[in-house]
Nanobody, 116 residues
Framework: QVQLVESGGGLVQPGGSLILSCAVS????????MGWYRQAPGKERELVAV???????EYVDSVKGRFTISRNNAKSTVDLQMNSLKPEDTAVYYC??????????WGKGSLVSVSS
């Protein structure tokens, strides 16, 4: 069983920055896709950013130019650098990984609140 633990969420003012980190319980070399999703109150969960095993990244349009996803193979983490945060970025952020057998694993989520 794969365990994912998110950290780094919290309260930040508009325009501020946060780094979310997802620690994975086994080597991330075994995953073909790693990503961050978010779910705002009253809304469906949406994809924020993904990164493949080859380093290819994709972002939802609303975060392009502000968020950066990266993977640290040595530490078995996938991180999300979030800059220029807006109130509409407020959500619970979830980490997800997909292994080579197409099995999904999810973290329990980390709350990000952007408010003055």
């Amino acid at each position: 069983q794969v365990q994912l633990v998110e950290s780094g969420g919290g309260l930040v003012q508009p325009g501020g920055s946060l780094i979310l980190s997802c620690a994975v319980s086994r080597s991330i070399f075994s995953f073909k896709l790693m990503g961050w999703y978010r779910q705002a109150p009253g809304k469906e969960r949406e994809l924020v950013a993904v990164i493949t095993s080859t380093g290819t990244t994709e972002y939802v349009d609303s975060v392009k130019g502000r968020f950066t996803i990266s993977r640290n193979n040595a530490k078995s983490t996938v991180d999300l650098q979030m800059n220029s945060l807006k109130p509409e970025d407020t959500a619970v952020y979830y980490c997800k990984v997909v292994d080579v057998g197409n099995r999904d694993y999810w973290g329990k989520g980390s709350l990000v609140s952007v408010s003055s």
